[in-house]
């Protein structure tokens, strides 16, 4: 976005779309009513913002909580000259701040509100628990998308251009245990304790996209139930359908990043075999982060169950270095830039 890309900056431009800092203030119409009864604890809520900051609030897609589609079109929170997050303050429409769970750290926090959500929300409306799940592309998105679709309950694959990734993604269970299992305390709440540790990002196995004899072996009936493409690279649309099992689907997301997964450019066209879509049930879907009731249900589920992306922090006089880190694509996976220790 600093750079234009989408033609919709206006400059001067304030970056920061995955916001976290401790509320200072509100304003006089902020009430109960809101449905912020929390925010009554200020100044020691910790707040967030995403890539969305208000929306028409009256059309059919916000009156259920998906603002992301609204039909008049949502405001984003640094797009057309408002000023985002790369600042000690930032002012936004309290309906838009989310109060973030006490199991969650900031710094792992701050990219959920953007990345978190935008695989989060498809997954919630296109996967069921016991599905098989791929997950194309392991980077910045796609790490998050194994962890939510592994707690989701999904039998995950990490879909990848090589092996290089492989002992960062699969789910490892110590010798003797042949699947991870829950326990229930007395009072009936679910806890680990005694359990085999069960580590890394939760992926069940890895496919190998560059090697045909590989992703040939999930086609078919072998296939998965749900693919969601968190990739950069333009991967061929025919050969994600036939690692669908028939009715499956083929999820698109967009990342409000510097570019778009899934879709590697914004002409990018998707060539799909209209034969393997019909007679297979097969659907293509496209999503775009998502609205304020999934967002809340996003942060909680992560805060649960540990959910976090992986990060690097830096503090706020570094930011061009982390921007440089960013662009040449060695940010693993995320940058949080802190202003903890700022003078």
Known sequence: MKDNEWAMSKYPFVPGHEVVGTLLAHGSEVS????????????????????????????????????????EGYEGTILNGNFGGFQSVIRVPADFAYKIPDGLSSDAAAPLLCAGITVYAPLKRFMTAGQ?????GIG?????????????????????LGRAKEKEVRRHVPEGFETPSICLTEDGQRCLAGLPQVMDLGAHMLVDMTK???????????????????????????????????????????????CITGCPTLTTL????????????????GSIVGGRADMDAMLQLAATHGIA????????????EALEKVAKGQAHYRVVLTLSDEA
Not at 229 to 240: E, I, R
């Open 32 to 71: 109960l009513k809101n449905g912020l009864k929390q925010w009554r604890e200020f100044p020691c809520t910790r707040l967030g913002v995403g890539w969305i900051r208000n929306s028409c609030r009256r059309c059919y897609a916000c009156l259920k909580g998906q603002e992301n589609v609204c039909a």
């Open 132 to 136: 098989r799940i791929g997950v194309l």
């Open 140 to 160: 910045g998105l796609g790490h998050l998308a194994i962890q939510f679709a592994s707690k989701m309950g999904g039998n995950v694959a990490a879909m990848d």
């Open 212 to 258: 045909k004899e590989d992703w040939q072996s999930y086609t078919g009936a072998n296939g998965f139930d749900v693919i969601i493409n968190c990739s950069s690279a333009n991967v061929d649309t025919g050969l994600l359908l036939s690692m669908l099992r028939n009715d499956g689907t083929l999820i698109q997301v967009h990342s409000t990043m510097a």
């Open 270 to 285: 998707l060539q799909s075999p209209c034969f393997e879509q019909v007679f297979g049930q097969k659907k293509v879907a």
């Open 309 to 320: 992306p992986y990060i690097e922090t830096l503090p706020f006089s570094k930011v061009n």
